[in-house]
């Protein structure tokens, strides 16, 4: 049960990581073909930081919820990991789409 627990925190923490990098830092080579993406036109700073801010956020929902089920049921320990890896997941795809279609209006 505890390993769980330390899957999520330590996911967490990448994700907190990864986001305060691209976010804060301004590391945006981290994101997958943003240069090229950036040069073509499809996306912008501001979509980079956005993605910074969903991952770092998402982190510290991760480890967040990592501590708080560490008293609680292993099933609703991966029940939190399921359902928050994949929330992440379709948070950054939605946001991906969202912003291209955003970019091509104007």
């Known amino acids: 049960m505890i390993g769980m627990n330390i899957a999520m925190i330590v996911l967490g923490v990448v994700f ?30 501001r979509y980079a930081k956005e993605v910074g801010s969903i991952e770092f956020y998402g982190g510290i929902v991760f480890v967040v919820s990592g501590i708080a089920t560490i008293f609680l049921d292993l099933m609703v320990t991966i029940y939190a990991l399921i359902i928050g890896t994949v929330s992440m997941c379709l948070v950054l795809i939605g946001h ?11």
């Open 16 to 45: 907190i990581g990864f986001g305060y990098a691209i976010r804060f830092k301004g590391k945006y080579n981290l994101i997958n073909d943003f240069e090229a993406e950036e040069a073509v036109g499809t996306l912008d700073v």
């Open 96 to 106: 991906r789409l969202v912003s291209v279609r955003r970019k091509k209006k104007s």
